[in-house]
């Protein structure tokens, strides 16, 4: 009985859920991303997804085998049913008035192009099909539901990113013969699919294999191969902007900028625990800096050359940082969250002033800012600017290695667990806490001085809060305290979302769940550093076993 | 002469007067303790003396020199340490890390390497635990933790604060009988303690606080014999 409630009541809440989808019009918008050209898209990829989850959730804990299906099969059954109820109630009711999405449109992709009457059923039907493959896959083996995974997701992968892999394809010769066996110029093939399936399935399946047959891996072991993935994912940041074109390295320059500004960020709050809303700020000092010192325009002041203007816009930022740092010495906590948010729309507000107006030009901003050049080779394009930033990041994140592993970084991690104590152990709190804002404000200084060479204008609607809320959240979902976690964070939350381009209006739905997933079954990010993710496990009570092999 | 001496030191929370012009002095080498119930003003006092809190009023002086206007981490690398109360260790921190920590004022690293490995035979069982976080361990070996982390600063004097709070009994002889041999390894202490039994019996001088005063004062065997503090502190 209890399970029969618990799968209930999981069907209706995935069946919320995708009501949910349905009407705020995600479902029909991503109805439009084919995924196998003329055979499956994005959005019934989604009903699907939603279909099997709930079978698998309804599953869990059911008991035996036979319980489980059933529990699977109800929970689908019961989504299934809200979604029909929801297609038939926007066929015979005029709802368009209130939810613009509950168009014929939707009507028919939820009941796959039926009438009404038998779309329900086809929907029922499908959620309970659906609910009960899901129940089935969550009693599978772990090595062939893996293998499974990752074959759809692969082919998801391929079909909803075909334009770009595509692009990237552009060559005779044997990679052609695999673009025109997988692609055409519309989509995925069917052939094409199954075969990345099979690929990608077979693929998990050996490895899986592979590395059950094995010991498990080392604490050494496991370092090694984080660092042979992420020379890998270097390799393939370096090559994409060549081989996808001019759009990707535009998108990969704004992942750029912001991992520039992660890692300023994660200074503050993953290292000294300073917790800063107002960090769009050095970033708006980095680019204002750079823009009155190079640019060509009246406002400006010396029409200095980008190179000479850019160490000098990261020491005004630092200078930036540490008196922004100063009125928050004292303040801690939620406390310091509210005080830098003020801050922060103080120096935004500042320069959209009349007051300010003559020297830093208003809301018309500054014009003209020239770009950079390495001889008579002049950085142009957004793809050249992107390496740029990439060999910037590259320092800023060699820097910001050195420093975690320092002193400095040492009395920062000590500051964040207790300030007093460690004082009582001789941490200079003033000298430290302003380093942290000075240092994290030089990273951001630097992000902002390449922006405003890379639109060759600066605006102050350029730095609002969501900036810095987005950087905020980028270290987060990547791992606090965590280098690669601000690669990862930044590909993941800005990224992605810059690709999906025609979603662009529920890129904040798909943050908004993404932070809510991440925090409630992943805290410590994607990637997380060592020291974080011992504390979470530490709270949850699982103590060291390193602590048995040392010898007493 | 006296290491640390205190006179007429007046403490405020904003208009809350916490400490009424306290005078007290620790002699070197020698162990004094302030006790006193809940709320008396010791940790305050301790407080004062680390230069977390600053007086409003009176002197600090140590080795001779006066503390007012001085930063924590300046008091601390003067040689005045102190082991902050309900065993504050960083919890996600290893041991080892821990004690790391402690050394932070100093650079000389063949000297830190000898200290730990003399903290270490003083506390063996932080051997045992040098890898694990030290928010897994229990609450003797925390304060372990806590007490060796500011030896490893190699302090001339230490300002324990209820080193015993909340630990059995067994454990907390312990943490006696470890604060005897720091002081006869040559550190002068300050222990403030709720535990007045315990710390009047180890203690050279002893001086009792209540609601911002000190009330009595005297070696420590005498205040022990003493019937108001028996009837007050030791039922």
Known sequence: MKTLTKAATTGLLFGVGGVYLALVGLLEMMQARPIVFGAVNLGQAVLALLALACGVVAARDAGPAFARAGAGLLGGLVAGALMALLQVIVATVPLQGMFIAASPALRNMLAFGFAPGPGALAMLLGGGIGGLAGAVLAVTLPSLRRAIVA???????????????????????????????????????????????????????????????????????????????AGVALLVLVLMPLLAGAYIGEVLMLVGLYILMGMGLNLEVG?????????????????????????GSSIGLLHLSYWEAMPIAVLISILGGVLFGLPVLGVRGDYLAVATLGLGEIVRIVVLSD????LLGGPQGVLDIPKPSIGSFELGSPVK??????????????IAWRLENSRLGRAWEALRDDEDVAQALGVNLIRSKLLAY?????????????????????YPSSFQLLISINVLALIIVGGMGSLPGVVLGAIALIGLPELLREFGEYRYLFYGAALIVMMRWKPEGLWPSEVRSRELHAAAGEAEPVAAMEPG | MALLELSDVQVFYDKI?????ISLSVEAGRIATLVGANGAGKSTTLRAVSGLIHPRAGTIRYDGTTLAGRQPHEITAMGLVQVPEGRRIFGRLTVEENLAMGAFTRHDRRGIAEDRERLLQLFPRLRERLRQVAGTLSG????????????????????MDEPSMGLAPMLVEQVFETIRTINADGVTILLVEQNALMALSIADHGYVLESGRIVLSGPGRDLLDDERVRHAYLG
């Not at chain 1, 700020?281 to 823009?291: N, P, R, S």
């Not at chain 1, 007051?355 to 003559?358: D, E, N």
């Open chain 1, 151 to 229: 074959g759809a997701a692969a082919v998801v992968i391929a079909g909803v990113f075909q334009e770009l892999i595509q692009l990237m394809m552009q060559y005779e010769g044997i990679i052609g013969w695999i673009r025109d066996f997988v692609y055409t110029w519309q989509g995925l093939r069917p052939q094409g699919a199954v075969a990345i399936f099979v690929i990608a399935g077979g693929t998990s399946l050996v490895l899986s294999h592979r590395s059950s047959a094995d010991h498990v891996p080392s604490p050494d072991e496991r370092r090694r191969r984080r660092f042979i993935s």
């Open chain 1, 271 to 295: 290292l000294a625990g300073l917790l800063d809303l107002g960090f769009v700020a050095f970033f708006a000092v980095g680019a204002y800096t750079t823009a009155l010192l190079t640019s």
């Open chain 1, 355 to 358: 007051f300010a107006a003559p």
């Open chain 1, 385 to 398: 600017l992107f390496y740029l930033t990439l060999v910037c990041a590259g320092v800023a994140a060699f």
């Open chain 1, 438 to 458: 000075g240092l994290g404000a030089a990273f951001a200084g630097l992000g902002g001085s390449i922006f405003a060479t890379m639109l060759g204008s600066v």
């Open chain 2, 17 to 21: 007067e916490a400490l009424k012009g």
């Open chain 2, 140 to 159: 003797g070996e925390q304060q372990m933790v806590a007490t060796a982390r500011a030896l490893m600063a190699r302090p001339s004097m230490l300002l």
